[in-house]
């Protein structure tokens, strides 16, 4: 096969590199990707060096390619190895006519190549068109005869600096493109919302902030599962946010020291805040059930009132526990949010001990 190709620069060791592009129906034919394979020996030598593709990974894009609902900009990376022609003579523009001899070795993008390939072979399945699938143009970067050595070091440097987008940004880019998942970016809508709250404003810890005491995604964890509850789904989303206020207005008549000086309390940290909305699906049934399922103006217990959350938060004013200092020192209220090993929260931090934490509350609030 016969390639356009663009001079590049040449690495560290002399390696000349190329772009180009490859259309689909051509790539399926001339790629190939060194897997690892243990039975075969050590990596680079007999045993390959590429981790093996993950199919729902491919799957999935390859989905998403077939109902067009996203493009690959980037290129994808391969080496070309023993060519016939060991050196490309380009024209003054930096052009040349390369003549490909031998399969390119996927180094970086074998998931793309995959899901493309996966298309392009089962375009019944997906239902397109096989033909104009094929003529898809991708931008695809080549090492020129590059010795195995160097191709392994060209996956591990890619590979291993590689870094994920972190949640917190994630989260925002999910409700800003429209990631399918109405829930998630509702959520994200009333993490900013609750921002704004007084007893929140600077407390959200927003993707590349320096302040903060629990980031975004914290929020927005702590809620997924209280909101995906049957009643409180019901409510709007207005609604919801006038309730999660509600509840931390509430809060804060019950704990006041905790808010005054938030920073030397874990109440509005991860360990607070997940055991705090817990607590919202359980009362928010017993304020239904109080009221006949039903809440309008004639209501006995308005769920929006902070003054209604209090009353049912009230015991967590006298919940006693032991700190962490490792004598017997009972913390009381406040004191058991404390910061450090004065404070009993810390000891409840992991996730089975935020479900005992949470259990303990519910039986504080409700008798048990």
Not at 109 to 135: L, M, T
């Amino acid at each position: 096969m016969k390639l356009n190709v663009l001079e590049g620069q040449t690495t560290d060791v002399g390696t000349q590199m190329v772009t180009t592009v490859i259309k689909v129906k051509d790539l399926v034919e001339n790629y190939a990707v060194d897997v690892f394979d243990h039975a075969k020996g050590r990596a680079g030598k007999k045993g390959g060096y590429q981790r093996k593709a993950n199919q729902a990974r491919v799957k999935k894009l390859a989905k998403m390619l077939a109902e067009n609902k996203v493009t690959i900009p980037t290129a994808i990376l391969g080496n070309v190895r023993n060519p016939l022609e060991k050196v490309i003579k380009f024209d003054p523009t930096g052009l040349a006519v390369i003549n490909l001899t031998s399969p390119i070795m996927i180094i970086d993008g074998q998931h793309r190549v995959a899901s493309f390939v996966e298309v392009y072979n089962n375009n019944e399945f997906y239902g397109v068109d096989q033909k104009q699938f094929g003529e898809i143009k991708l931008f695809v970067s080549l090492l020129w005869n590059a010795k195995l050595q160097e191709e392994i070091n060209q996956f591990y440097v890619v590979n291993s600096n590689a870094k994920s987008i972190p949640t917190g940004n994630r989260l925002e880019l999910e409700a800003y493109i429209g990631s399918g998942n109405d829930l998630i970016s509702e959520l994200v809508d009333l993490t900013w919302e609750l921002d704004k709250n007084k007893l929140w404003k600077d407390k959200i810890k927003f993707p590349n902030s320096n302040s903060g005491l629990i980031p975004n995604s914290g929020i927005v964890s702590s809620l997924k599962n209280v909101l995906n509850d049957s009643n409180l789904k019901k409510l709007s989303y207005e609604e919801k946010l006038k309730l999660i206020i509600a509840v931390w207005e509430g809060m804060e008549k019950v704990l006041p020291g905790c808010f005054k000086k938030p920073e030397k309390y874990t109440l509005q940290k991860g360990i607070g805040v997940n055991t705090i909305h817990g607590l919202i699906p359980d009362i928010y049934s017993d304020i239904l059930a109080s009221n006949g399922m039903t809440f309008d103006k004639k209501s006995i217990k308005d769920p929006f009132d902070s003054n209604v959350w209090k009353k049912y938060l009230e015991p967590l004013a006298k919940y006693e526990d032991n700190d962490q200092t490792g004598e017997v020192n009972v913390v009381v209220g406040e004191e058991f949010w404390r910061v450090g090993k004065t404070g009993g929260a810390g000891q409840y931090s992991s996730g089975a001990g935020r479900s005992v934490l949470l259990r303990t509350f519910h039986n504080e609030i409700f008798g048990g």
